[in-house]
């Protein structure tokens, strides 16, 4: 029997964990399916972790240890087994294929990733710019592959003006991108419609500061 857990923690057996990073730990029973009798010592388990990069494609790194020794795991595929009581095997390379053989149903199981998208606006404008408005059917299409959604509309401004102007014009962003969403295959009713304002810059800036890459909207599909 193999059971396989995914670890999303910051440890696992002693592990530690840095970077961005999949990891899966694959563990084989060794008497599967056997009567065991009250008296008897429990099976012997041998974990086994795998470092697989994350939906972006880095990898990070992770230090596995156990029964007094540690390994390192920091490339893409990169496995290590651990018996219980021993130090960590040496660390070794699997193929894709073998990776897909030992835990490929488990990942085509997770859910997608969030897909993310940022739309700039012109300045003191609820007006997309043009090439922003180019992305909109990348956006309707991404919602009707995914299908049924949840989908995040968070408005953003640049530091020039007071506070509270910020909030408003963020809000009415988020409101124009929404709109032009639900106008097609969105139900409004999926839509989180949100205001940073001048909070949260994509470019941090002082006050007061013009900065096109902070006039924008931020739209996660989940």
């Given at each position: 029997m193999v059971r396989v857990l995914f670890v999303p923690e910051m440890r696992f057996r002693g592990m530690r964990r840095s970077g961005a990073a999949c990891i899966v730990a694959a563990m084989f029973a060794a008497a599967c399916g056997a009567t065991v009798k009250p008296s008897a010592k429990p099976p012997q388990t041998r974990d086994t972790v795998v470092l697989l990069p994350d939906e972006k494609g880095k990898?990070?790194?992770?230090?596995?240890?156990g029964g007094g020794g540690e390994q390192v795991l920091s490339t893409p595929r990169q496995a290590v087994t651990v018996e219980h009581g021993a130090p960590p095997g040496k660390p070794a390379t699997l193929s894709e294929d073998q990776v897909?053989?030992?835990?490929?149903?488990?990942?085509?199981?997770?859910?997608?990733?969030?897909?993310?998208?940022?739309?700039?606006?012109?300045?003191?404008?609820?007006?997309?710019?043009?090439?922003?408005?180019?992305?909109?059917?990348?956006?309707?299409?991404?919602?009707?592959?995914?299908?049924?959604?949840?989908?995040?509309?968070?408005?953003?401004?640049?530091?020039?003006g007071d506070r509270r102007y910020n909030d408003q014009l963020a809000l009415k962003r988020a409101r124009a991108v929404a709109d032009l969403l639900s106008a097609s295959v969105v139900d409004p009713s999926v839509l989180e419609i949100a205001s940073h304002g001048k909070d949260n810059p994509l470019v941090p800036t002082g006050d007061q500061v013009s900065e096109p890459r902070n006039r924008r909207v931020e739209v996660t599909v989940r």
């Open positions: 990898t990070g790194a992770i230090v596995v240890s897909q053989a030992m835990v490929g149903p488990a990942l085509s199981a997770l859910p997608q990733p969030p897909a993310q998208f940022i739309l700039y606006f012109r300045h003191d404008s609820t007006e997309l710019t043009d090439r922003s408005r180019k992305q909109v059917p990348d956006i309707l299409r991404v919602i009707r592959e995914r299908y049924p959604v949840d989908v995040s509309v968070v408005g953003h401004t640049d530091t020039l």
